[in-house]
């Protein structure tokens, strides 16, 4: 059974940064690993995702540009640099992994870790 465990939340000024990570364990070789998000309110939606070689990245429209993602060398590990934080990026945020890059589907969560963006 594959598990993922989030870390680095918090509460943090607007415009300051934050880095999150994710651990994971279990069989995931060859999977995509991706961060979703779900503010007060709204539905869960995508932020970032990582190829298993670390190679390709993608990004949602509201965080391109101002935040990274990445994962370690023993591809275990993996972490979302969060730059250039907003009130809009208050939300819970989910680590997933997907077996396929093309058409991925998320089939295992973390249980999420909280970040609140203060004025």
């Known amino acids: 059974q594959v598990q993922l465990v989030e870390s680095g939340g918090g509460l943090v000024q607007a415009g300051g940064s934050l880095r999150l990570s994710c651990a994971a364990s279990g069989p995931f070789s060859g999977y995509v690993m991706g961060w979703f998000r779900q503010a007060p309110g709204k539905e869960r939606e995508f932020v970032a995702a990582?190829?298993?070689?670390?190679?390709?990245?993608k990004y949602s429209d509201s965080v391109q540009g101002r935040w990274t993602i990445s994962r370690d060398s023993a591809k275990t590990t993996v972490y979302l640099q969060m730059n250039s934080l907003n009130h809009e990026d208050t939300a819970v945020y989910y680590c997933?992994?997907?077996?396929?890059?093309?058409?991925?589907?998320?089939?295992?969560w973390g249980h999420g870790t909280n970040v609140t963006v203060y004025s």
């Open positions: 997933a992994v997907a077996p396929t890059w093309d058409s991925p589907r998320y089939n295992h």
């Open positions: 990582v190829s298993w070689d670390g190679d390709s990245t």
